[in-house]
C-alpha cells in the first residue's frame, strides 16, 4: 500500500513523499548515452544473492499499481548497495519515467533475487567466457567483481559486443577500475581478459561475439586455445536472437547447457525480452 504522509503540509520539512511498497532509495545516477544509463540505490538489509541474479524493480504507475520489470543486479553480492545498468526505451513503460530518476527517489524493489547465471550452475573449469550484448553485460558487472569468479577460474574472458563505441564505456570504466580496486584488485591481477568489440562504428575490435568466436579471431587476438568442454565455461546474456546464436556455436565445441538444478558447461539468460528472431 502506498502510504501519503503530511503531502499537504504547509511547511516544506513536513511534507513526506509518498511511502512506495519495498522502497529503496536512489543513491548515484549517470548517463552513459541517449539510450543507457546506470544507478544505485540502498540495500535491503535481508537481501541476500548471488552474483549474476536478477530482481524486480520498477516505479508506481499512474493508477498507482506497481510497474515492474526484471533487472540484472549489476554490483556484486558484497556490495553495500545495489547497482543497475539500464535501457532507457523511449515509450518503454517503465524506462520512459525510471531514466528521470534522481538520488533521493524511491524505486520499488521486490527482494527475491533469481537467475540462471550464477557460478554454482557450472561445473568446475578453467576459463569462464562471459558473452554479452548491450545491457546483457550487467550480470557480468556483478560477476566480474565477485572474489569467486577468481578464486573459481585461471582466466575469465569478457566479450562485450556493441553497435558503438560510446556503448561499451560503463564495461570499460568497470574494467578499468578492477585494477586499482582495494578488495579484489590483487585477486583479478592478469585473469580478467576484457575483449569489447563494435559492429557499426570503427573500433580496434570489431564484429559480432558469434562472428569472432566461429571465425577463432578471439582466440588468436587472446592467445588462447579454441573452446572445449573439458576447460571451458561460458554464460550467455543478450537478445534471444543472441542467445540462440551463440549457444549453437558453443554446442558445437562440445559445451552443453546447464542450469541451477543440473551444472554444465555453459548457462543463458536473456537480457530482454519482446524482441524478434
Ligand atoms: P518494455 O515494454 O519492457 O520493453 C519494450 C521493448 O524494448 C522490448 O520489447 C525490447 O524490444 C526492448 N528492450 C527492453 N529491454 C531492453 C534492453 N535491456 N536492451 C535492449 N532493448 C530492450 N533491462 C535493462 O536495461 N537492464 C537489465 O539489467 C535488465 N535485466 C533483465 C533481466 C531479465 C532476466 C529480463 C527478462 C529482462 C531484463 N531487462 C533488463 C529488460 C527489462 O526487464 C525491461 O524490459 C526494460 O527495462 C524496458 O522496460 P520498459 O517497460 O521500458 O519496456
Ligand atoms: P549488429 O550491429 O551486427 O546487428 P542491438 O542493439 O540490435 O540489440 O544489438 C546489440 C549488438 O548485438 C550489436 O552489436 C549487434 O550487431 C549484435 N547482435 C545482434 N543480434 C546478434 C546475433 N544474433 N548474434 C550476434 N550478435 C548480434
Not at 550484448?133 to 559486443?161: C, N, W
Request: charged content about 25%; glycine content about 8%.
Amino acid at each position: 500500500m502506498t502510504e501519503m504522509v503530511q503531502m499537504n503540509s504547509p511547511d516544506p520539512s513536513l511534507r513526506v513523499k509518498p511511502h512506495l511498497p519495498d522502497a529503496q532509495t536512489v543513491t548515484f545516477v549517470r548517463h552513459w548515452t541517449e539510450r543507457l544509463f546506470s544507478f544505485r540505490v540502498t540495500r535491503p538489509q535481508s537481501l541476500r544473492f548471488r552474483s549474476g541474479e536478477f530482481v524486480m524493480i520498477g516505479l508506481m504507475d499512474d493508477a498507482g499499481k506497481p510497474l515492474l520489470r526484471a533487472y540484472s543486479i549489476a554490483s556484486p553480492s558484497w556490495d553495500e548497495e545495489l547497482e543497475f545498468y539500464s535501457i532507457k526505451v523511449p515509450d518503454g513503460p517503465l524506462t520512459s519515467r525510471l531514466q528521470h530518476i534522481q538520488v533521493g527517489d524511491e524505486i520499488i524493489l521486490r527482494p527475491k533475487p533469481v537467475g540462471t547465471l550464477v557460478l554454482d550452475a557450472l561445473l568446475p573449469g578453467n576459463r569462464l567466457w562471459f558473452l554479452a550484448t548491450g545491457t546483457g553485460i550487467a550480470p557480468f558487472a556483478s560477476l566480474m567483481r565477485d572474489p569467486e569468479t577468481y578464486e573459481k577460474f585461471d582466466q575469465v574472458i569478457m566479450m562485450h559486443t556493441c553497435r558503438e563505441v560510446a556503448e561499451l564505456e560503463y564495461g570499460r570504466q568497470l574494467v578499468e577500475s578492477l585494477k586499482d580496486d582495494p578488495l579484489i584488485g590483487e585477486l583479478v591481477g592478469d585473469k580478467l581478459l576484457y575483449y569489447p568489440t563494435t559492429t557499426r562504428e570503427p573500433f580496434h575490435h570489431m564484429g559480432r561475439v558469434t562472428d569472432n568466436l566461429s571465425s577463432g579471431k578471439v582466440f588468436a587476438d587472446l592467445g588462447l586455445p579454441p573452446m572445449d568442454a573439458e576447460h571451458d565455461r561460458a554464460m550467455i546474456c543478450g537478445s534471444l536472437a543472441f542467445n540462440i546464436d551463440v549457444k549453437a556455436i558453443l554446442e558445437g565445441f562440445g559445451l552443453r547447457e546447464g542450469a541451477n538444478s543440473e551444472p554444465m558447461e555453459f548457462v543463458v539468460e536473456k537480457a530482454f525480452v519482446g524482441d524478434g528472431i
